[in-house]
């Protein structure tokens, strides 16, 4: 049973999907610097694709992507135009090196443009990078997803899907500018698994508007009827300050934080009640999922897309805003698609921010992941008297133990993960004083 402690959960802390976090890039790194990770691709390395589609059909208030509404046929074209000119660019200059194992689409929503533009999408990319039977996986609008899509996902094998599911009551849908009835959801699911996903996921959240713990009860035995492969329930993060869709959003009809605990606690217990394993601090999959066995096996990693069993160390986005990663690299796209098309129609690699990896953030983001993925870490020799005092918090809790220099998670200390996470993270310091001094 999950304790509820208040005080150890006040400070914001990253998701950490990244160590240095995309918070802490800047513009210090561009396209030099991604030229010059490209070239250490030494022939033979597995390498991972990210190809970022900013469109939806239909925006969602509470959504925190980078995405646009796919009204308009022309500005698609041009974006789809200078991703196609963006995957030549990058297969040019590996020529050849790399070995591509793994090409994720995501979003935005990847079917908001044409089946048709998807196959000639992944064809280029498979040509140009010289992809042999790679692993497809895609994000999903169910809202959207047309006889013509589930045909091209059937001939392109695409193997993992994950769609969008949020809540299935119908007050929470209409108050978050998402509607879709579980019917539709039923029936999406049945397409899918007819067009060979193999693996699917929904994204569940907590802590939307309405929603209460029975709220959430009853979406929990609706994705049970309807048994995804993997489920991530994540809380819903209200900061229209920052998001200014969000606006539409009434906080009113927001839960508290007890609330959103009690919650998170009773998705969790549910889950595993219903036989899905927790994997990481927010994702559940059935025991023969590949991500679950990963997870056993001690092989989960965590990257921009969440928790994965995708070991590949290099990770090349492709399109406006995504992010690439490299042993020593991060490097980010132009957030902007205008400012990404004009980067690539002159030939230049659209990088804008990120940040160098040296040997010390490594370490710290490795110690930051086999937290958040294991529950398990070696503690660094050189704790500092601040960073003793905040585990000691934990410790007396019983939420950590600590010996023979390593700290392990007790099993119900998973909503205070991120912190733990976070007391290892020397860039925080300069995030709480950026947070606190408003003169
Ligand atoms: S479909 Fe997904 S990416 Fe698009 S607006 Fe909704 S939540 Fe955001």
Redesign the pocket.
């Known amino acids: 049973m999950w304790t509820h402690y208040p005080e150890l959960l006040r400070r914001p802390v990253p998701r950490y999907t990244s160590y240095p976090t995309a918070a802490d890039f800047d513009e210090s790194v561009g396209e030099d610097q991604f030229r010059a990770a490209l070239d250490e691709v030494a022939p033979g390395t597995p390498v991972s694709l990210y190809v970022h589609i900013p469109f939806?059909e239909e925006?969602?208030w509470y959504?925190g992507?980078n995405?646009a509404r796919s009204n308009r046929r022309s500005r698609l074209e041009a974006y789809l135009d200078a991703l196609h000119e963006e995957i030549a660019m990058v297969a040019e200059h590996l020529g050849g090196r790399g070995q591509v194992a793994r090409i994720a689409f995501g979003?935005?929503?990847p079917n908001a443009i044409e089946p048709l533009d998807f196959v000639r999408l992944l064809g280029d990319i498979m040509v140009a990078f010289h992809a042999e039977n790679p692993l497809l996986s895609i994000e999903i609008?169910p809202r959207h997803v047309s006889a013509g899509w589930l045909n091209v996902l059937r001939a392109a094998r695409v193997r993992y899907a994950s769609m969008?599911v949020q809540s299935f009551d119908p007050k929470v849908q209409a108050a978050i500018g998402?509607v879709q009835p579980w019917h539709h959801i039923e029936s999406l699911t049945g397409s899918l698994r007819e067009a060979g996903v193999q693996s699917l996921n929904f994204d569940l959240m907590y802590g939307l508007p309405h929603q209460d713990r029975a709220v959430l009860m009853e979406t929990l035995e609706r994705t049970i009827d309807l048994s995804p492969d993997r489920v991530a329930l994540f809380g819903y993060a209200h900061v229209p300050h920052l998001i200014a869709r969000q606006r539409r959003i009434d906080a009113s009809a927001l839960p508290d934080e007890k609330e959103r605990f009690e919650m998170a606690e009773m998705g969790h217990d549910y889950l595993v009640a219903h036989g899905y394993q927790p994997v990481g601090f927010d994702h559940f999959a059935r025991p023969g999922d590949p991500l679950a066995i990963a997870a056993q096996e001690h092989r989960l990693h965590r990257n921009f897309q969440g928790f994965t069993d995708d070991s590949a160390g290099h990770l090349i986005g492709l399109g406006a805003s995504a992010i690439s990663q490299f042993p020593g690299l991060y490097a980010q796209n132009a957030k902007n698609a205008g400012v990404y098309r004009t980067a690539v129609a002159a030939g230049r690699f659209p990088v804008e921010r990120g940040i160098v990896r040296s040997a010390a953030s490594r370490r710290c983001g490795a110690l930051i992941s086999d937290i958040l993925c294991h529950g398990d870490g070696a503690l660094p020799d050189d704790l500092s008297p601040a960073q003793t005092e905040r585990l000691e918090e934990f410790e007396q809790r019983g939420l950590i133990r600590i010996d023979a220099g390593r700290i392990r998670l007790d099993p119900d200390a998973l909503p205070y993960a991120r912190t733990i996470a976070a007391i290892f993270d020397p860039l925080m310091v300069h995030k709480i004083g950026g947070f606190s001094a408003p003169v």
């Open positions: 939806c925006i969602c959504c992507c995405t979003g935005g929503s609008d969008g998402r």
